[in-house]
């Protein structure tokens, strides 16, 4: 058998407990947390890591690649069109060919700056009653709706005066604004705006029987107007 000395067996049990040591801090080493990892305190509140990356709630929204807008009314090519962030009115004109030669401007603020999903209504230049605004965002209000209602049911105090015979006189409805449409029987606000919106869009009236066309006006009301219709 072998003898080992004194001094070897210390040496021996010393290289052995370093051994053990090294595994024992291996196999009892803590995990690391991964970023975003929420630790818990002895006091019961949960902490959070570095790294921690912001909920999505808390992202501000991401601003509009581009503004989409529609173009109506006295403008050379009517029509919905893309245009960039800060943006104006006037810009969004020019994407529309421009203003026709009998464009009211004036009621519009061609400096303002255009809204995602906004509409831009270009009225006729001398229409006696124009809308409230030229820039419209949600269609007509309820006032000028509850009026408009109120001066077709025949409640209103006054308006223009109507023709009921033929022979009275007649109506040019390429040229006629929103009262002397009104003349016409049958004719209120609604309809007289609905006439010079369909001229606005698609032109002169050719023909009478091209009233037929517009919203509302069936070939009943068709034959009443005839007699008082002028182009």
Same mark, same amino acid.
């Given at each position: 058998?072998?003898?080992?000395?004194?001094?070897?067996?210390?040496?021996?049990?010393?290289?052995?407990?370093?051994?053990?040591?090294?595994?024992?801090?291996?196999?009892?080493?803590?995990?690391?947390?991964?970023?975003?990892?929420?630790?818990?305190?002895?006091?019961?509140?949960?902490?959070?890591?570095?790294?921690?990356?912001?909920?999505?709630?808390?992202?501000?929204?991401?601003?509009?690649?581009?503004?989409?807008?529609?173009?109506?009314?006295?403008?050379?090519? &009517? #029509?919905?069109?893309?245009?960039?962030?800060? =943006?104006?009115?006037? $810009?969004? /004109?020019?994407?529309?060919? %421009?203003?026709? +030669?009998?464009?009211?401007?004036?009621?519009?603020?061609?400096?303002?700056?255009?809204?995602?999903?906004?509409?831009?209504?270009?009225?006729?230049?001398?229409?006696?009653?124009?809308?409230?605004?030229?820039?419209?965002?949600?269609?007509?209000?309820?006032?000028?709706?509850?009026?408009?209602?109120?001066?077709?049911?025949?409640?209103?105090?006054?308006?223009?005066?109507?023709?009921?015979? &033929? #022979?009275?006189?007649?109506?040019?409805?390429? =040229?006629?604004?929103? $009262?002397? /449409?009104?003349?016409?029987? %049958?004719?209120? +606000?609604?309809?007289?705006?609905?006439?010079?919106?369909?001229?606005?869009?698609?032109?002169?009236?050719?023909?009478?029987?091209?009233?037929?066309?517009?919203?509302?006006?069936?070939?009943?009301?068709?034959?009443?107007?005839?007699?008082?219709?002028?182009?």
């Amino acid at each position: 058998m072998f003898k080992f000395t004194r001094n070897q067996l210390i040496a021996a049990y010393v290289i052995v407990g370093v051994a053990l040591v090294g595994m024992g801090a291996l196999i009892f080493k803590p995990k690391a947390q991964p970023a975003g990892a929420v630790r818990v305190t002895q006091a019961g509140q949960a902490e959070a890591s570095v790294g921690t990356q912001p909920l999505a709630n808390d992202l501000p929204p991401p601003a509009p690649v581009v503004l989409v807008v529609h173009v109506a009314g006295r403008v050379k090519k &009517p #029509g919905v069109y893309e245009l960039k962030p800060g =943006s104006r009115i006037d $810009d969004a /004109l020019k994407s529309a060919g %421009g203003a026709l +030669p009998n464009a009211d401007l004036e009621s519009i603020n061609r400096a303002e700056k255009l809204e995602d999903g906004q509409q831009i209504f270009v009225a006729v230049k001398g229409q006696i009653k124009p809308p409230a605004v030229s820039v419209v965002r949600g269609g007509t209000s309820s006032k000028a709706k509850a009026s408009s209602a109120k001066s077709e049911s025949g409640k209103g105090k006054s308006g223009p005066q109507k023709l009921s015979a &033929p #022979g009275q006189g007649t109506v040019n409805i390429n =040229s006629a604004g929103l $009262d002397d /449409l009104q003349r016409l029987p %049958g004719i209120g +606000p609604a309809y007289a705006q609905r006439i010079i919106d369909y001229r606005t869009q698609n032109g002169r009236f050719q023909s009478v029987d091209e009233l037929d066309e517009v919203k509302g006006i069936g070939p009943k009301k068709l034959e009443k107007l005839r007699p008082f219709v002028a182009l």
